[in-house]
């Protein structure tokens, strides 16, 4: 699996860390092993410039997708296709306000907005109450499954 960290954003990233955290996501979708996609960290400037060019909203917002050749989730005893995930899009700055808020580190509140970006990119959505709680279910799940792994625990998939 490719991943393409970039930390454009003047903020102090992992961006070993987070490449790792996206390849763990797109293994546990069962994403073919070739698939590639980036992780781009912007300032409040760029994410503001493009939210309001791709999203029609002003100021600045948290995390962006932008699926490519859309890809899914992959199922057990098929072969998933091979593809570019896409670009998801993180502002660091906008990720520690909601981190304070939340009473959470900033890093935590950016694994968690990588993970629903990423989920995004598979064709997840949350507009409506039965997709929220499949898309949070799984974001969830997918983030204390990300933290055993940190943690050196053995978990399964």
Do not use: C
Request: hydrophobic content about 45%; aromatic content about 6%.
């Amino acid at each position: 699996m490719s991943v393409d960290v970039i930390n454009e954003s003047g903020a102090d990233v992992d961006v070993v860390d987070f490449s790792r955290l996206a390849r763990f996501v797109l293994e546990r979708m069962r994403i073919h092993p070739q698939a590639e996609m980036a992780v781009k960290f912007v300032d409040m400037d760029e994410m503001s410039r493009l939210n309001e060019l791709w999203m029609d909203k002003q100021g600045p917002t948290d995390v962006l997708a932008f699926p490519i050749d859309e890809l899914r989730p992959g199922h057990a005893g098929s072969d998933p296709p091979d593809g570019v995930v896409g670009d998801v899009v993180l502002a660091p700055e906008v990720a520690a306000k909601q981190a304070a808020d939340a009473g959470h580190t900033a890093v935590d509140e950016m694994h968690l907005l990588a993970v629903h970006g990423i989920l995004h990119l598979l064709g997840y959505d949350h507009a409506e109450p039965t997709q929220h709680r499949e898309m949070f279910g799984l974001q969830a799940r997918l983030l204390a499954e990300w933290q055993g792994v940190r943690r050196g625990e053995d978990v399964e998939p």
